[in-house]
């Protein structure tokens, strides 16, 4: 007989309800929750899947995992989404600290829409950039909304939340070329590639912050056509990883 889970007041349930809300509580027991069989799939490949909650049995060929099995209102208490599909994953955040590499990398300054900050981070993934540094003010990756957004690349970006004074100084130490994004900045079109190069994104309606463009090698401006002042902050990241892309 196939126990299943069916209030909404079990304390499983009330587990991973904070977890989708509380981002005190992600970084208290280092979990976050993905929706859906794509990202169960992600987490499983990164080795980073803890269990899942089974509400359709069409899932259950992932019985293989730990699991529980709970009813279609539970799942419905817990997701975001509309109409989520019938299984959730409980994930362990991925731990690291540096990156394997320099050549590539972006800086985030205080962004704080959730889906420009999963476009960001799915872009990184597309062009194949070495990794994020975002600040305690920015909005955090594993919200609900961002992971939905990334479409699995949080599960292959690798992304380190620490000061950016801090890792501006940490990065021109060891020879990156630090770049800034400002509408006082030099042409896209006119700034050569370098073997190391990062690019500080900021905030979506004050920009970067002047002290950390005072500390760059150098800012950008993308060059527009139009009659547009600017671009939304993703779009104006695509457009630079793409220019700058290994």
Do not use: W
Request: proline share 3%.
């Amino acid at each position: 007989m196939i126990l299943m889970i069916t209030s909404v007041k079990n304390e499983l349930v009330k587990k991973y309800v904070k977890l989708m809300q509380s981002k005190k509580e992600r970084d208290t027991l280092g979990l976050f929750v993905v929706e859906g069989e794509h990202l169960v799939q992600e987490a499983i490949r990164e080795n980073l899947l803890v269990e899942v909650l089974i509400s359709d049995k069409k899932y259950h060929a992932y019985e293989e995992y730990p699991h529980h099995y709970v009813s279609r209102e539970v799942i419905e208490k817990i997701c975001e989404t509309v109409t989520p599909q019938g299984i959730i994953g409980l994930c362990r955040k991925p731990n690291s600290d540096k990156f394997n590499k320099y050549e590539r990398l972006l800086l985030i300054d205080n962004i704080q829409d959730p889906g420009n900050m999963g476009t960001i981070i799915r872009t990184c993934d597309a062009f194949n950039y070495d990794g994020i540094i975002i600040n305690t003010e920015t909005v955090d990756v594993y919200n609900p909304k961002v992971v939905r957004s990334t479409q699995g690349a949080l599960f292959r970006v690798n992304i380190i939340r620490k000061p950016l004074d801090e890792a501006i100084n940490e990065l021109k130490s060891l020879g990156v070329k630090v770049f800034g994004t400002s509408l006082n900045g030099k042409n896209l079109s006119s700034i050569k590639q370098e073997a190391q190069m990062a690019f500080i994104l900021g905030n979506e309606a004050k920009g970067v912050n002047p002290k950390y463009l005072n500390m760059t090698d150098g800012n950008i401006l993308i060059e527009m056509s139009g009659k547009a002042e600017s671009l939304n902050v993703a779009v104006a990241a695509g457009i630079i990883m793409y220019n700058f892309r290994k």
